[in-house]
């Protein structure tokens, strides 16, 4: 390792590189490119992977929805065109025929307007169980969520959406506890919550599906149910059983696809999953692609430089020198050149990343999400760029003490 501490051989690194700055520029600006691709696609992928985890960040991704309505088939002396009601009873059904459904949450809702004073608005009303908090996790602003002592009591409560509470109280006044009147119903807010990424109700109002059924005369029919299976379940291959069983309780032609209607969650996302790995291993190979692309640049030109220096290298062959100090010489010129090309790609890449969290990163409704490159992939790289470069330095290495001094000396 003494060698690296070698003044001589520094400035002779020096004034080969002084000597051809154009060619050293260009070659540097080459291994730059591909690292500095490497750490700004890598980073614009994970931003991208953390505004997706964002956006289902409270959703229980593995869920699909089911809702009825009417056949396109008729089947055992009924025409087609019935129209098909889901119940309690095929909820109690399906949660005892498939253990493997870990949430499964009934819903009805309908439309009505909530006043409260000289205020009021139109809204959606939706008739829920508390199991809907664990499927769609509800940002509490102020109270709570549904309990299960509201389904059992029929509790006249409510959970607003935040709009909901700015259109209805003053600001900064505190919701928990007063009422509004829904249908001429007094309801008692316990709960305000925030709109997350994904809201598939809109400015709504929770009550206890209990007193929903009972207010609305809605007996054992509902709309529709959100179900979630466990995590290493086949969601899709639940979603096609469950849609069979459904039309075997409602006298359905199994081969009819309009009875019932279903929305897979899990498949949407696992698309856009597929999406972010092929984006990733584009990243990884575009950058490694450009690094090696960079790295060979600069063992041509070093075999360039030993070409130029031949009979430079057999004075200093023909004096004393050795071949260990040649090769040295040159591997370690190839080095620097590649640590120096890979920490300023690092650096720009960093800035850009900045500049993206900067103008892409912040506000409502970001589309990068905190771009950034975990700092053992950048170590990884910068390694492998090293090793490339030691590597590639080995051949106009080898080149550079093969011919004899005598030889070197007569070169013209």
């Known amino acids: 390792m003494r060698f690296l501490f070698d003044s001589d051989i520094w400035q002779e690194i020096y004034g080969g590189i002084r000597k051809n700055k154009l060619r050293t520029g260009i070659t540097i600006v080459g291994v730059l490119w591909g690292i500095f691709l490497l750490v700004t696609l890598l980073g614009a992928a994970r931003g991208l992977e953390n505004n997706f985890k964002n956006i289902f960040g409270d959703f229980a991704t593995n869920s699909l929805f089911v809702w009825s309505q009417r056949t396109e088939l008729p089947f055992k002396g009924f025409q ?34 909530i006043i409260r004073g000289f205020k009021s608005g139109q809204f959606n009303i939706n008739g829920d169980y508390p199991v809907l908090d664990k499927v769609q996790k509800k940002d509490l602003i102020y109270g709570r969520f549904i309990n299960e002592n509201d389904i059992k009591l029929k509790s006249k409560v409510c959970v607003i959406e935040e709009e909901i509470y700015k259109q209805l109280f003053d600001k900064d006044e505190i919701p928990i506890g007063k009422y509004v009147i829904i249908n001429n119903i007094n309801y008692k807010v316990v709960g305000v919550y925030q709109s997350g990424n994904i809201d598939i109700d809109g400015e709504a109002a929770y009550i206890p599906f209990s007193s929903f059924q009972q207010v609305y005369n809605r007996a054992n029919k509902i709309n529709w149910m959100m179900i979630t299976a466990e995590d290493d379940y086949d969601i899709k291959q639940l979603e096609s059983d469950i849609k069979l069983t459904l039309k075997n309780l409602h006298k359905v032609d199994p081969e009819d696809g309009k009875a019932f209607g279903s929305f897979n969650m899990a498949v949407e996302i696992g698309k ?3 999406f972010l790995t092929g984006m990733q291993f584009l990243t990884w190979f575009v950058g490694i692609a450009t690094l090696i692309a960079g790295v060979f640049a600069i063992g041509n030109i070093l075999l360039i430089t030993v070409k130029e220096r031949t009979k430079e290298i057999g004075i200093r ?3 004393g020198a050795t071949p260990l100090s040649i090769r040295q010489q040159v591997v370690l010129e190839s080095i620097f050149l590649t640590t120096v090309a890979g920490m300023l790609g690092i650096i720009f890449g960093g800035i850009v ?7 892409w990163g912040s506000g409502p409704d970001p589309s990068l999400l905190n ?15 090293t090793l490339l470069g030691t590597l590639i330095g080995l051949i106009p290495a080898y080149m550079a003490t093969i011919v004899k001094p005598i030889d070197a000396l007569r070169d013209e």
């Open 317 to 319: 062959r023909a004096i």
């Open 353 to 359: 990343l900045y500049l993206m969290d900067t103008f």
């Open 272 to 274: 856009l999953t597929g």
């Open 371 to 385: 771009p950034t490159v975990n700092i053992t992939i950048i170590l990884i790289a910068f390694l492998i760029l």
């Open 80 to 113: 087609k065109g019935r129209r098909v009601r889901l119940t309690t009873e095929d909820v109690n059904i399906l949660k005892r025929e498939y253990p493997q459904i870990k949430f499964l949450a009934p819903r009805s809702q309908t439309n009505a307007m």
